[in-house]
């Protein structure tokens, strides 16, 4: 991958506020939207979801999940050169008892400071997800797969 | 729902350009970024896309698909009260010698100028997801469970 598009998923990673979270529903695929931020190394994302929403239900039943991180559509001629990326992974709760829990809040609230009320009421957790690999889209016809160590190494990248 | 969130469901579903596809990969999801155009009544949601690219392949092993269409996020303070409907479905190829395929082609042309020179390329599909069901969230804390019959409803609202 060139430096530029390196830049770009670095870019579109951290500055990004939502995301397309797939679940697995009855054995078969279910995409939601969802907040989320990045761990600083993009060994991790992290969502903040309530225990009744459909996705969070299906994550604790099956902890394979996908999430796509698309640049918003800016209205330009061709949305097929706006850049994407899909995570595919494996997703666990983060317990509130956890050492990271408090700074992953923090991190959320710096990102999302209206989700701060959401903090507060039961049943709102911290779901992580460990990416194993994906695949970035930076524009068309430009398509690289992604390791794990791949996207440690993006993260290194100033933005 | 109320005449509002109709509205609105049916206002994202025809001016959104792009969409999250849920696709099944070795049994788990697997989310990318297509472009997209609805039927008129809602009834198909269909998709140009490469015979080459991963969720193609998907779709051609496993029709059960998930298609996330969400209000492209405009900075608001709160990226939670973005209006967007998560569609469960079953997709077909939809090929070029059936009768719907030029008005369909002719529709996605119209919306996507920028794609005529893939429909001269081989190897560039129509695919069409046919909805048997859907959840929509109009805000934060309103969500709605669709059937097929309540999405053509909307279809008949002018937006």
């Keep these: 991958m060139d430096s530029q598009s390196e830049e770009l998923l670095a870019h579109i990673i951290r500055n990004t506020r939502i995301a397309a ?3 697995l529903r009855d054995e078969a695929p279910f995409v939601s939207m969802v907040t989320f ?4 190394d993009f060994s991790a994302f992290y969502l903040h ?20 991180i698309a640049e918003a559509d800016d209205g330009r001629a061709d949305p097929l050169t706006l850049a994407r990326v899909s995570i595919r992974g494996s997703v666990d709760l983060l317990h509130n008892d956890e050492p990271a829990y408090t700074s992953v ?9 209206e989700s701060e009320p959401l903090f507060n009421l039961p049943g709102f ?15 068309f016809g430009q398509a690289y797969n992604l390791t794990r160590e791949a996207l440690q190494e993006v993260s290194q990248l100033k933005t």
């Design 21 to 23: 979270l797939g679940t």
């Design 37 to 40: 931020i990045a761990a600083e």
């Design 49 to 68: 979801v309530s225990r009744l929403a459909q996705h969070t239900m299906d994550m604790a039943k099956d902890k394979r999940v996908s999430l796509l």
């Design 105 to 113: 809040k923090n991190k959320y609230l710096e990102h999302f400071p």
């Design 125 to 139: 957790e911290i779901w992580c997800i460990k990416p194993k690999g994906g695949r970035f889209v930076a524009g």
